[in-house]
């Protein structure tokens, strides 16, 4: 899970594991925790039962979701995909799924499509549930993008705003080297 991660961010985000409720992130009946980062924009952990996204309608008035998950992490923290699937179907909440490992050559290849995704649901109106599985690594790192390549937030100043709301650890290398890829990152956030 680490393995795209420096030493500094493989431990911090240990440290952030070790100092959640083990069941939080891996095991059934976990709990769901999320932070607001605009005013329709929430980041957490994946919803895990109907009830919880029912929770997230009542709480947060969400009207769309973006699942970072793949299909291995679902199966890793024994997720019950198919009845989460369709209740989707039948309820007013529009799922977007767009895949992503924890690895840096896929990250760095795919945020900027999550990103673009997330601003695309932003600019319709929704109000955006985005989740990884524990919701400290990938959806923050998205989050951290959005704020930077489409609002125009200095890149620290969004992983400030970003970590002070969600205790979380983004992948940050792989961020700026996409959104350098794009040719969207600041020359100042760039060294340069």
Same mark, same amino acid.
């Given at each position: 899970?680490?393995?795209?991660?420096t030493p500094?961010?493989?431990?911090?985000f240990?440290?952030?594991?070790?100092s959640?409720?083990i069941?939080?992130?891996?095991f059934?009946?976990a709990?769901?925790?999320y932070?607001?980062?605009?005013?329709?924009?929430?980041?957490?952990?994946?919803?895990?039962?109907?009830d919880d996204?029912?929770r997230l309608?009542r709480?947060?008035?969400?009207t769309?979701?973006?699942?970072?998950?793949?299909?291995?992490?679902?199966?890793?923290?024994i997720?019950?995909?198919p009845?989460?699937?369709?209740? #989707?179907?039948?309820?007013?909440?529009?799922?977007?799924?767009v895949?992503?490992?924890?690895?840096?050559?896929e990250?760095?290849?795919?945020? #900027?499509n999550?990103?673009?995704?997330?601003?695309?649901l932003?600019?319709?109106?929704?109000?955006v #549930?985005?989740?990884?599985?524990?919701?400290?690594?990938r959806a923050?790192?998205?989050?951290?993008? #959005?704020?930077?390549a489409c609002?125009?937030?200095?890149l620290d100043?969004?992983?400030?705003h970003?970590k002070?709301?969600?205790?979380?650890?983004?992948h940050?290398e792989?961020l700026?080297?996409s959104?350098?890829?794009q040719?969207?990152?600041?020359?100042?956030?760039?060294?340069?």
């Amino acid at each position: 899970m680490c393995s795209s991660r420096t030493p500094q961010q493989a431990a911090e985000f240990v440290l952030i594991c070790q100092s959640m409720p083990i069941e939080m992130c891996r095991f059934p009946g976990a709990v769901l925790t999320y932070a607001q980062i605009l005013p329709r924009l929430f980041i957490g952990s994946h919803p895990r039962t109907i009830d919880d996204i029912e929770r997230l309608r009542r709480e947060v008035a969400m009207t769309a979701i973006l699942n970072l998950q793949t299909d291995d992490d679902m199966r890793t923290v024994i997720l019950d995909w198919p009845p989460l699937e369709a209740h #989707y179907k039948t309820c007013p909440v529009l799922l977007c799924r767009v895949p992503i490992v924890e690895e840096q050559v896929e990250l760095r290849a795919k945020l #900027y499509n999550c990103i673009q995704t997330l601003s695309q649901l932003l600019a319709e109106g929704q109000t955006v #549930y985005l989740h990884c599985t524990a919701g400290i690594g990938r959806a923050p790192t998205v989050a951290i993008g #959005y704020l930077h390549a489409c609002l125009g937030w200095e890149l620290d100043e969004a992983i400030a705003h970003v970590k002070l709301v969600r205790q979380c650890a983004p992948h940050l290398e792989a961020l700026r080297l996409s959104l350098a890829d794009q040719g969207v990152l600041k020359s100042a956030d760039n060294g340069g």
